[in-house]
């Protein structure tokens, strides 16, 4: 997906920076410079009409009691991410922090590219509202300069006023005149003067929460309590297939019986993005969960009907097998450095492998539609919803223009709404009955309706020479991809040879270590594409890269006769392609090798443990070489060998990922990555059955519990680095580290995720 950060950072650099008065105060936006024109060439504008033209996309204003309004384009789903770019904002422009406000705007077509995933927010808005803030910071400065008669060189910015002296003006006062006017080429916006570390008062600092008093007080508005006069309720009852089905007859007799249950629709998506859905309307959603259940339809199902678990797994395994298939990434080595054909030494190899993985987030999919004014509005939350706009148009029959998303908070989002899959048939559904339809999904909806995180198989080689010394090493990675299905061909990554490959099942592969020759590939598991629909889930690819190459690293060390710290340690030499490089990977791969030392020394690597316990480690660069950020985690677990039920005592992760711009939020995203990466590894997964996720509900789909959760110990590296992302890198390193540590404790190595009691006591017999 980096093409979506390049045509968004091409947009800002286009553009110069405009301050102008506005309504009693005043506004700061991107303008459209437009070239100048020569006058002598028949048909130009002459250049007394040149000249910046402003276009309303405003990352903040500024009323005239000094209120500062901050427009957030991301989604809300826990992660205080208004938060976190308000305080890069208001920073630069010296704010009073109790005078910020947030708002998350709708999807007018001003704002631009809006999607909340990748863990990219705050590291892609970090430049953006730094330069947005210092302009305002110098155009503010200016104008109260102005306005006390002196001049702007004398004038200091601070907590929300202009001074000079003993004299201040407030920013608000400031506003009110309606003398604030600057324009910032797009050159002098590169140029300005961004405050050093030392003089932040917002960044990094404890602030309150922007958004929390309305999550605890219960005003905060979630898309499942969006709610419009005259609408109805709506369920859908599912078809036996995610593709391809198609209804052959419906029976509502039952259903009739229902009070409040009005009628059934058997939905026609020209998308197809629900194909063989029936929504249940109803006046009430009691009533359209009462008929949904009652309801009769019979279908013809599409294919994958019979797909199992087993059977995604074996395919995914003969594709890995198959030489031929598959993209190759462009790992830059030597090409002179030995590879397996001529490797002296010994090989070693193994496969790994994870199951199918359900997101469950707390909020049931939902989505309110109905048609106003010409306009389709759709209310729900949702995380990237530049991408289901042109879905929608193209289900309602209408133009992109003529489709309008109101965002809400999201009560858990993890990826799933990424895909916003779940707008449509409410869309459909307003559209056929010319009033406003509100759908929610039951649990058991929501589950069967999941783009789950594909099931994965992997292949893992390294060739010694007789010196021992690494000299090659392959990754080979097999799944669904996300990307391909969900975002179309045009979204997935390029190599130089012209493969295209999906980054998010394969990233995390392509490692920091020096190995020699490396070979990366990506295999897309067909069967896998045509049977669900692939998602996005909270660290997607190196989800399951992770725990193979972690686990691999791990057997390589032991094999090799070579404790594991240090044999990470040797192979993050920094040199070469894994030298880093500015402005995001600076250090290289010497940063991880710092997290790496720093976690197994406050975890006590080497220090004696009880029996049948150990610690085991594991590291990370989080999702994408271009934006790493540095983890590692030591887990310290004991195995019961009688009941194989594996007990994690302690996590101890330390994160570089550059400047923290929000400690509390910070803390909060590693230990739920942290959380769920453990989950994953010892509780979580399911398996498909004829078609269908086996678990529908959290009566047999067991995620981590709160008698389960172990003592943690997170700590950040202090850095003046770029900000990168912190939502999903813990997610990929305690798994991994886990499954080491079972290793260390009790000699049996697993190889697949979720590792269950009865793997471990399967491997105890074994061992």
């Known amino acids: 997906m980096s093409r979506l950060r390049t045509a968004a950072d091409q947009a800002f650099s286009r553009r110069g920076f405009l301050v102008a008065s506005a309504a009693g105060g005043v506004a700061f936006g991107f303008s459209r410079v437009i070239a100048a024109i020569d006058p002598a060439v028949p048909g130009s504008v002459p250049a007394a009409t040149t000249g910046p033209s402003f276009d309303p996309t405003l990352w903040f204003g500024i009323d005239s009691a000094g209120i500062i309004t901050v427009n957030i384009i991301r989604a809300e789903m826990g992660q205080h991410v208004g938060t976190a770019l308000a305080r890069i904002l208001a920073d630069e422009l010296e704010a009073d922090w109790d005078k910020v406000r947030i708002v998350h705007v709708d999807t007018d077509p001003k704002w631009g590219l809006m999607v909340t995933g990748g863990s990219w927010s705050v590291w892609q808005t970090y430049p953006v509202f730094s330069q947005a803030g210092a302009a305002g910071r110098i155009a503010l400065i200016e104008a109260g300069a102005k306005l006390m008669g002196v001049s702007a060189a004398s004038c200091t910015a601070r907590a929300g006023a202009v001074h000079a002296g003993g004299r201040s003006m407030s920013y608000g006062d400031i506003a009110k005149s309606g003398a604030v006017a600057r324009q ?125 678990e087993k059977m995604l797994l074996d395919h995914g395994a003969a594709l890995v097998a198959k030489a031929d298939g598959g993209i190759k990434l462009d790992v830059a080595d030597d090409d002179t450095t030995p590879s397996f054909g001529n490797a002296a030494g010994k090989t070693l190899e193994q496969s790994y492998t994870t199951a199918t993985v359900l997101h469950f987030q707390l909020e049931p999919l939902n989505a309110l539609a109905f048609e106003k004014d010409g306009v389709f509005e759709i209310h729900a939350g949702n995380q990237w919803q530049s991408l289901i706009l042109p879905t929608l148009a193209k289900a309602l029959g209408v133009p992109e223009t003529k489709v309008v998303m109101r965002s809400y908070l999201l009560g858990g989002g993890f990826g799933r709404r990424l895909n916003g899959d779940y707008t449509v048939p409410a869309a459909l559904a307003a559209k056929a009955l010319k009033r406003p339809v509100k759908m929610i999904l039951t649990r058991e909806d929501d589950a069967r309706f999941d783009s789950v995180r594909s099931p994965s198989v992997q292949r893992v080689r390294m060739a010694f020479g007789d010196d021992g010394q690494i000299q090659a090493m392959e990754h080979h990675a097999c799944a669904g991809w996300p990307t391909q299905v969900l975002a179309g061909p045009t979204l997935l990554a390029k190599t130089k040879k012209g493969g295209q490959y999906d980054p998010f099942a394969i990233s995390g592969a392509d490692h920091w270590y020096d190995v020699g020759h490396q070979t990366v590939r990506a295999v897309a598991n067909d069967l896998a594409n045509t049977t669900f629909r692939p998602g996005w889930l909270r660290s997607v690819g190196p989800g399951w890269t992770n725990w193979a190459l972690e686990s691999f690293m791990d057997e390589a060390a032991h094999h090799t006769k070579t404790d594991p710290v240090a044999f990470r340690l040797k192979l993050l030499t920094g040199k070469g392609r894994n030298a880093g490089s500015a402005p995001n990977a600076v250090g290289g791969a010497l940063r991880q090798a710092e997290v790496v030392r720093r976690a197994a020394a406050k975890a006590g690597w080497g220090t004696t443990l009880p029996a049948d316990t150990a610690l085991g480690i594991a590291t990370s660069f989080g999702q994408e070489r271009d934006m790493p950020t540095w983890s590692a985690c030591v887990a310290q677990v004991h195995v019961d060998r009688a009941t194989g039920f594996v007990r994690v005592q302690k996590l101890t992760l330390v994160v570089d990922a550059g400047t923290i711009v929000d400690p509390d939020g910070a803390l909060a995203q590693v230990q739920g990555a942290a959380l769920w990466g453990l989950s994953m590894a010892l509780h979580e997964g399911t398996g498909f059955e004829a078609g269908q996720v086996k678990d529908t509900n959290l009566n047999t789909y067991l995620p981590l519990r709160i008698a389960d959760v172990p003592e943690m110990d997170i700590s950040f590296v202090e850095s003046a680095e770029v900000p990168v992302g912190l939502g999903e890198p813990a997610t990929t390193v305690v798994g991994p580290a886990i499954g080491n540590a079972i290793f260390a404790a009790v000699g049996v190595r697993l190889r697949h995720i979720p590792i269950t009691p009865a793997a471990v006591k399967a491997g105890l017999k074994g061992a």
């Open 184 to 308: 910032f080429t797009a050159d002098e916006m590169k140029t300005l003067p961004i405050k050093p570390v030392k003089d932040r008062r917002l960044i990094g600092k404890p602030v309150h929460a922007l958004d929390m008093d309305a999550k605890i007080n219960g005003s905060g508005i979630y898309g499942i309590d969006a709610k419009v006069p005259g609408m109805v309720y709506a369920r859908p009852k599912m078809p036996p297939t995610r593709n391809g089905s198609k209804v052959v007859s419906v029976d509502d007799s039952a259903a009739k019986g229902v009070k409040g249950y009005l009628r059934y629709l058997v939905l026609d998506d020209p998308s197809d993005t629900v194909p063989g859905w029936v929504m249940v309307i109803a006046s009430s959603y009691y009533a359209a969960i009462k008929a949904t259940d009652l309801l009769k339809v019979t279908w013809t199902p599409g294919a994958g009907a019979d797909v199992s």
